[in-house]
């Protein structure tokens, strides 16, 4: 990274310190970060994003020994981070006392850290060297940013600085492995359940109740259109989302020509935003297969699309 990069990171660490907000790009999604120990700067990205209060948020850490300050690790969470970190997987721990603010992990007794793998948000994580809540930057309830662009008009007006890190690589969110008892997935995500797997054995679903893990909720990542889910093909005034071989054309947005569930991961939240900015009547989405990635992202579309899950 050149001088003017560096000036980037060390102003974003100053306007942390300051308890100001800033635009973080990580490898899934763009967040909205705060120091994750300042109740007042917390306080100000739960009103930024208009999030109801009971929503934790991710305490991201530059390494493993950084998140060891403020959860505790099992072996399982050792094993896991040993294999994903850093990387688009979160895990929710038992909280250190004086970790994080309380207001991080809402009140509860637990808390959710991640290490993400982008170049600029370790630079700046490193620099700063606290833990830095960081939820997607959009306002609650609509699609995760996966431009700067998108990210500086969901909640950029509140930020005190905007890092621009390109266009997310991954495109979705991070997977949320709670490792309180059994393990659980309580968020599909970019890391397949396969892969967890993998590593730790048969993970649990995730309960009911909504609050453990409350990106679960109904009618998250929704844009102003309605969502039709399954289509075969879109009706007249419809915007369509494709998936694999599909006629291009005006109104038309294909996730992956190629049927890769990768590259579809990478395009969903641009193409909901893209396909809303036309007014469609709705925006019809093509099946895609739920193998792999495909957990998460149809676990996203039906979010989108107001399902509860
Ligand atoms: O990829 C990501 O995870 C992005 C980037 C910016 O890192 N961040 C993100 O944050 O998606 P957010 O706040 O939009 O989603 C955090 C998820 C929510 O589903 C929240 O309920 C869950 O993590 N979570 C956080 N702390 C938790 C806890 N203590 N127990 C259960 N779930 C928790
Ligand atoms: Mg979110």
Redesign the pocket.
Known sequence: MGTDDHDRIEAAARALRDGDLVI?P?E????LAADATNARAVARLYEAKGRPAF????A?VADVAAARRIARFDPRAERLAGRFWPG?L?L?LP?IEGGVCDLT??G?D???V?A?SHPTAAAVLKAFGGPVA?????RSGRP?PTTFADAMEETGATAALGLDGGACA?G???T?V?LLDEARL??P??VTRAAIEAVIGPLAEAEADAR?????LARHYAPNAPVRLEAASPRPGEAWLAFGHAPAGEGVWNLSPSGDLTEAAANLFAFLRAADRARPTAIAVAPIPVEGLGEAINDRLRRAAGFVG
């Open positions: 973080l990580t899934t999604v763009y967040g929503n934790p948020l991710i991201h688009p979160t929710v909280a992990r809402a509860l637990t808390v959710a991640r993400p960081a939820p997607s930057a959009n995760s991954v979705l969110e991070s949320v709670a309580l968020r995500g970019a453990r893990s409350p990106g679960r």
